[in-house]
């Protein structure tokens, strides 16, 4: 196929087949198949090249003789291990170091990584995408922020206009992920403190204390309180952002107005999906409603795979008085995964009842009881 060929295909279909077509010569030489000279001058017959796009074609071509350079340099590295424990197996034993503060201060360095030679990026510098201003302002935040979150997060959290915020949804918002809009909910009605602490163990990070929301969100006047909140701390870390924050709200609050309170619980379900596919990707942003098309016929329309399992459960049997509400009485069953801070679904959903099942209470969990603790 020859390059005018290449170009006139379609933009995707050429892309996929030159990425895959790169990467099987590049692993072709890694696997000894084939020589580097061979290798270089097929990589050159593969990528497309034009007067338009010559800087592309030099420094996709780069990327790729990259890759070929580092299954060399990994060769070598084989070669000179295997020698050096050859060496050391006819050897005495080393004799063990004077004091552990030597084996605590020589730890390995770690090097730093060549991003032109990743297989993400060369497909990136292959076929570039223009994203709209506000994302390329959020990817190059997270990309700095990605670099030190802790250091970035002391600089957030210490500015002195920083907005009151749960401190691991900061968390969230350094490293990109979902916030938890039950901790933001709760949190505005807690007098609690947050005693969690971190503890390393080498690589390892483990985090003890970690509470748990004693509130979730279970109506739009909940979620638009979390909301406001969430909203105003994103836009402090993302002031490019306001206009898009202030657009989703309005949407969701829409939604809430269009759909029977009844089922105000699918628009929480729906709104949280958005939220976690955003976060997850780098071409998103919260207002791009037409590529939410799936997750809104999941949880909202009643065609749904969420909705239809839903209706297919067992109901509530009414009571004498008509009654089919569930009421913290003896003869209802508390829901004994709410009590431990890990329901997955809200009260509306849930076959168990989401009351204390100490005193029965639905104002807090069994772990937040007064109860509980005078009985002990």
């Not at 004693?214 to 309180?225: F, N, P, T, V, Y």
């Not at 003869?331 to 849930?350: F, L, M, S």
């Amino acid at each position: 196929m020859t390059a005018d060929d290449t170009v006139n295909q379609p933009s995707i279909a050429l892309n996929s087949e030159v990425s895959a077509k790169c990467n099987e010569v590049v692993e072709e030489y890694r696997a000894g198949t084939a020589s580097k000279v061979d290798a270089i001058l097929r990589l050159q017959s593969i990528i497309p090249r034009s007067d338009d796009t010559e800087d592309q074609f030099k420094s996709a071509l780069q990327s790729y003789v990259g890759m070929l350079d580092s299954a060399d340099q990994a060769r070598a590295s084989a070669a000179k291990r295997g020698e050096q424990h050859d060496r050391s197996s006819s050897k005495r034993p080393r004799s063990p170091p004077e004091s552990d503060d030597e084996d605590i201060s020589e730890k390995p360095a770690k090097r730093s990584i060549d991003e032109s030679r990743l297989p993400w990026v060369i497909d990136e510098l292959l076929h570039p995408i223009e994203l709209p201003p506000s994302l390329r302002l959020t990817r190059e935040s997270l990309q700095l922020w990605s670099s030190n979150p802790k250091q970035y997060k002391a600089s957030l959290t210490n500015a002195a206009r920083c907005p009151e915020f749960p401190d691991s949804e900061w968390s969230n918002i350094i490293e990109s992920k979902p916030i938890n809009l039950d901790i933001v909910f709760a949190g505005h009605y807690s007098t609690s403190f947050d005693n969690r602490r971190t503890e390393k163990l080498g690589e390892l990070e483990l985090t003890f204390g970690e509470t748990k929301p004693s509130k979730r969100i279970e109506s739009a006047g909940d979620w638009l309180i979390a909301w406001t909140k969430a909203s105003e701390a994103l836009q402090f870390a993302f002031p490019h952002r306001e206009r898009e924050l202030r657009e989703y709200g309005s949407y969701v609050t829409q939604l809430f107005g269009a759909v029977h309170p009844s089922r105000h619980h699918r628009v929480l379900q729906y709104e949280k999906a958005i939220r976690r596919r955003v976060s997850a990707r780098r071409d998103l942003s919260l207002t791009d409603f037409s590529r939410f098309a799936d997750l809104h016929l999941l949880h909202i329309d009643s065609s749904g795979a969420v909705a239809l399992d839903e209706d297919s459960r067992p109901q509530a049997r009414p009571n004498r008085g008509g009654d089919s509400r569930k009421r913290p009485g003896k003869g209802v069953e508390a829901c004994r995964r709410w009590n431990e801070g890990r329901c997955p679904v809200d009260a509306a959903r849930c076959r168990y009842t989401h009351i204390c099942s100490t005193c029965r209470s639905r104002e807090h969990t069994a772990e937040q009881c007064t109860n509980r603790a005078r009985a002990n």
